[in-house]
Each structure stands twice: as structure tokens, then as C-alpha cells.
């Protein structure tokens, strides 16, 4: 019969702590790989775009709060797109992020809605200034925002497509 001092066991903890470790890890990146190639987060530019839109979902929403609750009646049909503006970057933040093939086809559809939004509305506070008392974020053309919302909409359609025609290649 063996008897042991105490230290095979701490050094068999730990061991099957290392185990324990690894065995996670190998979830994780079986995890990721099953998840949906839809999904924008796994690649950098993707990561990136769906950081992108975080942010300007995050500034869209503390800038149309102060101005429904203290500015609203000051103007109106400004505030009111800037409370759309946030919904749609807000919208196309979580798709990005759910990555399913119908979230893909609605993120698309919110690129191609903020895009035309952008445009309509960024024409119109030149040629119809009196609807736009204050700036919305999209005013402009998104000259608040560094003109940020005019190009983000078409860099994710770019991106979005980028991502189909991948899953579509892989299913060849």
C-alpha cells in the first residue's frame, strides 16, 4: 500500500484545474464556430462596424432624450427623427450582434432606410430649414455626428454584403 504525503493530490488539482480550463476553452471555440456566420462580430471589421453603430445608438439616444424631455416643444418634427435615427441605430447595432440570417436581412433593411434618411433628411434641412429649428442627427447630412451617419449606412450595406456572398460561398 502507497501513501502519499498530501502533495500528489494538490498536484493532481491543479492539474485537473488545467483540464477544467482547456475543457472550456475547447466550449468556447466550439461555441463560436457553431454560432451563425450572419453574425458581424466575428471578424474585425465587423467588429468594428458593430462598434461603430453601438456608439452613435448610445450618443443618438443621450441626445434625443434631452431633447424630448426638455427641448420637445421647441421642435418637434427635429426631435421626433432623431428619436427614429436612434431606433434604427439601435436596431442595427442588435442585428449585427444576433448575426441570424433574418437578423442580417432586417440590418440590411435598416442600412438602406438610415441611408435614404440621411440623404432625404440632410437635403432637406438645406432646402426646408424652417422644419429644422434644431438639428436632428441626421441634419445636415450627419454634420454633428462628423458626418459620421452619411457614410456609415453605405460602409454596412458594403459589409453586409461582404458577409452574403461569404455564406453564400460556403454553401456553396
Known amino acids: 500500500m502507497h501513501m502519499t504525503d498530501g502533495r500528489d493530490a494538490e498536484h493532481e488539482a491543479p492539474r485537473s484545474a488545467r483540464e477544467a480550463r482547456a475543457a472550456e476553452r475547447a466550449e468556447r471555440r466550439a461555441a463560436r464556430?457553431?454560432?451563425?456566420?450572419?453574425?458581424?462580430?466575428?471578424?474585425?471589421?465587423?467588429?468594428?462596424?458593430?462598434?461603430?453603430y453601438g456608439i452613435l445608438a448610445f450618443a443618438a439616444i443621450g441626445r434625443v432624450s434631452y431633447q424630448l424631455l426638455l427641448k420637445f416643444d421647441e421642435a418637434p418634427f427635429a426631435y421626433t427623427l432623431s428619436a427614429l435615427s436612434a431606433a434604427v441605430y439601435i436596431l442595427a447595432t442588435v442585428c449585427l450582434v444576433i448575426g441570424s440570417r433574418a437578423s442580417h436581412h432586417i440590418a440590411v433593411a435598416a442600412c438602406v432606410f438610415e441611408g435614404i434618411g440621411v440623404l432625404v433628411i440632410g437635403t432637406l434641412s438645406f432646402t426646408h430649414p424652417e422644419y429644422f429649428a434644431h438639428d436632428s442627427v441626421w441634419s445636415a447630412f450627419g454634420v454633428g455626428y462628423g458626418f459620421v451617419p452619411l457614410v456609415l449606412p453605405f460602409i454596412g450595406l458594403w459589409w453586409l454584403r461582404r458577409v452574403q456572398r461569404s455564406v453564400e460561398a460556403q454553401r456553396g
Open 33 to 52: 464556430a457553431a454560432r451563425s456566420p450572419y453574425s458581424a462580430i466575428h471578424t474585425g471589421p465587423g467588429r468594428f462596424l458593430t462598434a461603430v
